[in-house]
């Protein structure tokens, strides 16, 4: 948002406001750009120069992951006017972190705990994590958790195994931890086999002269 008018620095030199957004429409932080404010150390205003007069979103000019906007100025200065364009590097949301408890449980009525952390930079609010098993039939979660208000932790949540009556051997099974805003954790664990290998032979002898006998 250009604000050609304001005085950082000098009358009329001019500022953009820019403004990050929940995805219901509410502000999540803002910044200042001026001529003091904002770490653009290479903006150099002239008095009634009015930074800010207009602005376009030049999107990735460079190929590089950073984003341009061009700030038009100049529109009190009689003999001209100027150009900015400002590259802005993304920042990358926080991140959620899931901890489960044991490595691994057995598909036998095993269970243990997770626990999903936030950053202490955003801490503020309720906050509804969704939980996910990306194999339902070897361990499940609820479908989510709260992390109360001014909490970085949730309360531990239970992981149980399911016996699937499958010989099938250890399974790896990874818990995904999503939240509006954050970037997704995860932790895995093993869920070790419950089911023996049983191996039956039809005759308890055979003769060597062509016996035979079979097996299952």
């Not at 100049?74 to 150009?83: E, M, T």
């Not at 408890?101 to 950053?119: F, K």
């Not at 930079?121 to 098993?133: F, N």
């Not at 039939?137 to 709260?146: F, G, N, Q």
Request: net charge negative; aromatic share 6%.
């Amino acid at each position: 948002v250009g604000s050609n008018k304001d005085d950082d620095g000098d009358t009329d030199l001019g500022a953009v406001f820019v403004f990050l957004m929940n995805s219901d429409g509410t502000v999540k932080a803002e910044a200042k750009i001026s001529q003091t404010t904002g770490g653009f150390d290479d903006l150099v205003l002239s008095g009634g120069e009015r930074f800010g007069r207009s602005l376009a979103y030049l999107g990735d000019l460079r190929q590089d992951g950073t984003f341009g906007v061009a700030v038009g100025a100049g529109a009190g200065n009689p003999v001209g006017g100027a150009i900015w364009i400002l590259y802005f590097q993304p920042v990358s949301p926080p991140g959620l972190t899931v901890t489960i408890a044991a490595p691994a449980i057995s598909e036998n009525g095993g269970a243990t705990t997770l626990t999903v952390t936030r950053p202490a930079s955003a801490t503020t609010g309720d906050l509804t994590v969704l939980l996910s098993s990306d194999d339902e039939s070897e361990a499940t979660v609820p479908a989510s958790v709260t992390i109360a208000d001014g909490q970085t932790t949730s309360a531990p949540v239970a992981i149980s195994a399911v016996d699937d009556a499958t010989l099938d051997g250890s399974q790896t099974v990874t818990i995904t931890a999503s939240a509006a805003g954050f970037d997704i954790g995860s932790d895995s664990l093993d869920v070790t086999d419950f089911e023996a290998l049983t191996v039956s032979i039809a005759a308890s002898s055979i003769s060597e002269n062509g016996g035979s006998t079979t097996l299952t």
